[in-house]
């Protein structure tokens, strides 16, 4: 009989690892999954049996050549779309082979409609759909799943669906608000640097040229120096200013990537003025969006607090999740440690309160959301508003230090000429 290896979580909340006998993965999960536990993965273990290795290098091969091991491909809207239309389709009561079937007639992306070839292939083979979703983590996280696990055990999918699907919708939303207020600050830097680049390497050795000509390599003044020096060395070291620009650009990546890169970022634009007060609304809005969208659909609540807590970004917020959840398990209310962490207002936790005593939290929690998205959108307004002109004085200042700096010297020479 075969070995797979596995995670999971228990119905404590405690993460647990090991390996079981079993005649399918299936039945491994099935078996795993009694008494409340929840597998986060499960594995074929070194020499189990043949034909399932074979299917897993199959798969990770057929997931590979559909361009999957580069992150992740398939857009937000895309994907949104995809559970509204199955919802919708499920309501009108279709099944839901069928449905996936006409998905994947309909969906355009090459490497989307492969990921549901493979889903629709699962469920026809006699899987569930979760399961079937759960192969593909890149594309469907574990909110996703695991939501639709509920759904699936509850017997009400096509709302499960609908409800993550309006979830989806509004996420989408917010996060479009977010990056179309970027856009204008981007696009000023983008100006800037394009006007400054040109001043350096087409005017400044005009200027270069006329000063040499007219002073007899006298000492030019500082600023004007520094000007033609950064002037010289983009002409000379274009390669070099690339290489460094690169080097910047991959280096901030690469230490935003480390633990205590992401943490020192995340604490600078929590307390960053103005920027901090909206980082806090979205990371509130969409922790309260997903946990509320959970609990409605039936996932358990220290299920609901880890999945929130691993698709939050920002890790103060994460934190306060997982001391949370400890809380929680060991008995004590939600709105009771929640208070206790800054990173939630007092208004936030007065409500959590109010719904834990009227047995509503989940509405409660989406009307947090609900809230939090309104202020969203006069945070943004509001940062835009800042933004503008800061972005405009910055270029007036740059261009403006590069033409003083290189009429400097033609005063000392009119005064030569007049002398």
Same mark, same amino acid.
């Given at each position: 009989?075969?070995?797979?290896?596995?995670?999971?979580?228990?119905?404590?909340?405690?993460?647990?690892?090991?390996?079981?006998?079993?005649?399918?993965?299936?039945?491994?999960?099935?078996?795993?999954?009694? *008494? $409340?536990?929840?597998?986060?993965?499960? %594995?074929?273990?070194? /020499?189990?049996?043949?034909?399932?290795? +074979?299917?897993? =290098? !199959?798969?990770?091969?057929?997931?590979?050549?559909?361009?999957?091991?580069?992150?992740?491909?398939?857009?937000?809207?895309?994907?949104?779309?995809?559970?509204?239309?199955?919802?919708?389709?499920?309501?009108?009561?279709?099944?839901?082979?069928?449905?996936?079937?006409?998905?994947?007639?309909?969906?355009?992306?090459?490497?989307?409609?492969?990921?549901?070839?493979?889903?629709?292939?699962?469920?026809?083979?006699?899987?569930?759909?979760?399961?079937?979703?759960?192969?593909?983590?890149?594309?469907?996280?574990?909110?996703?799943?695991?939501?639709?696990?509920?759904?699936?055990? *509850? $017997?009400?999918?096509?709302?499960?669906? %609908?409800?993550?699907? /309006?979830?989806?919708?509004?996420?989408? +939303?917010?996060? =479009? !608000?977010?990056?179309?207020?970027?856009?204008?600050?981007?696009?000023?830097?983008?100006?800037?640097?394009?006007?400054?680049?040109?001043?350096?390497?087409?005017?400044?050795?005009?200027?270069?040229?006329?000063?040499?000509?007219?002073?007899?390599?006298?000492?030019?003044?500082?600023?004007?120096?520094?000007?033609?020096?950064?002037?010289?060395?983009?002409?000379?070291?274009?390669?070099?200013?690339?290489?460094?620009?690169?080097?910047?650009?991959?280096?901030?990546?690469?230490?935003?990537?480390?633990?205590?890169?992401?943490?020192?970022?995340?604490?600078?634009?929590?307390?960053?003025?103005?920027?901090?007060?909206?980082?806090?609304?979205?990371?509130?809005?969409?922790?309260?969006?997903?946990?509320?969208?959970?609990?409605?659909?039936?996932?358990?609540?220290?299920?609901?607090?880890?999945?929130?807590?691993?698709?939050?970004?920002?890790?103060?917020?994460?934190?306060?999740?997982?001391?949370?959840?400890?809380?929680?398990?060991?008995?004590?209310?939600?709105?009771?440690?929640?208070?206790?962490?800054?990173?939630?207002?007092?208004?936030?936790?007065?409500?959590?309160?109010?719904?834990?005593?009227?047995?509503?939290?989940?509405?409660?929690?989406?009307?947090?959301?609900?809230?939090?998205?309104?202020?969203?959108?006069?945070?943004?307004?509001?940062?835009?508003?800042?933004?503008?002109?800061?972005?405009?004085?910055?270029?007036?200042?740059?261009?403006?230090?590069?033409?003083?700096?290189?009429?400097?010297?033609?005063?000392?020479?009119?005064?030569?000429?007049?002398?």
């Amino acid at each position: 009989m075969p070995k797979f290896k596995y995670k999971l979580i228990d119905k404590s909340g405690n993460n647990k690892t090991g390996t079981i006998e079993s005649t399918s993965m299936a039945d491994a999960k099935a078996k795993l999954s009694t *008494g $409340g536990a929840m597998v986060t993965n499960i %594995s074929v273990a070194s /020499g189990g049996d043949t034909s399932s290795k +074979k299917r897993s =290098k !199959k798969a990770k091969s057929d997931t590979k050549s559909a361009g999957f091991s580069f992150g992740k491909v398939i857009k937000d809207e895309a994907l949104t779309v995809f559970t509204r239309q199955v919802a919708t389709l499920l309501e009108a009561g279709l099944p839901l082979l069928r449905s996936l079937e006409v998905m994947t007639r309909q969906e355009q992306n090459k490497r989307f409609k492969v990921v549901l070839e493979k889903v629709a292939d699962t469920v026809k083979s006699g899987g569930s759909f979760s399961d079937a979703l759960s192969q593909h983590p890149k594309i469907f996280d574990r909110l996703f799943v695991n939501m639709v696990k509920a759904g699936e055990a *509850g $017997g009400v999918l096509s709302l499960v669906l %609908s409800r993550l699907a /309006g979830f989806k919708e509004k996420a989408l +939303k917010t996060k =479009k !608000k977010v990056q179309s207020a970027m856009v204008y600050p981007f696009v000023v830097i983008g100006v800037a640097v394009s006007i400054v680049t040109l001043l350096m390497i087409v005017v400044v050795p005009k200027f270069q040229a006329i000063f040499n000509d007219m002073l007899d390599g006298a000492a030019l003044p500082g600023p004007t120096q520094f000007v033609i020096n950064i002037s010289n060395f983009l002409q000379e070291q274009i390669l070099a200013s690339l290489g460094i620009i690169a080097a910047i650009y991959f280096g901030l990546r690469f230490f935003l990537s480390t633990k205590f890169g992401s943490r020192l970022y995340n604490g600078l634009a929590l307390n960053f003025p103005k920027v901090g007060v909206l980082v806090k609304q979205v990371n509130i809005a969409r922790i309260t969006r997903t946990f509320g969208t959970l609990l409605s659909s039936g996932v358990p609540i220290l299920d609901a607090i880890n999945i929130t807590r691993d698709i939050t970004s920002n890790y103060y917020y994460a934190n306060a999740l997982s001391k949370i959840h400890d809380k929680v398990r060991d008995g004590e209310s939600l709105s009771a440690p929640m208070e206790r962490e800054n990173v939630f207002p007092n208004m936030v936790t007065s409500m959590v309160d109010v719904g834990e005593e009227t047995g509503e939290l989940d509405k409660m929690l989406n009307r947090i959301a609900d809230n939090y998205d309104e202020d969203v959108d006069n945070a943004v307004a509001g940062i835009t508003s800042i933004i503008e002109p800061i972005m405009i004085v910055f270029l007036a200042l740059a261009v403006g230090f590069i033409v003083i700096a290189l009429f400097l010297p033609i005063v000392e020479i009119i005064k030569q000429l007049t002398g």
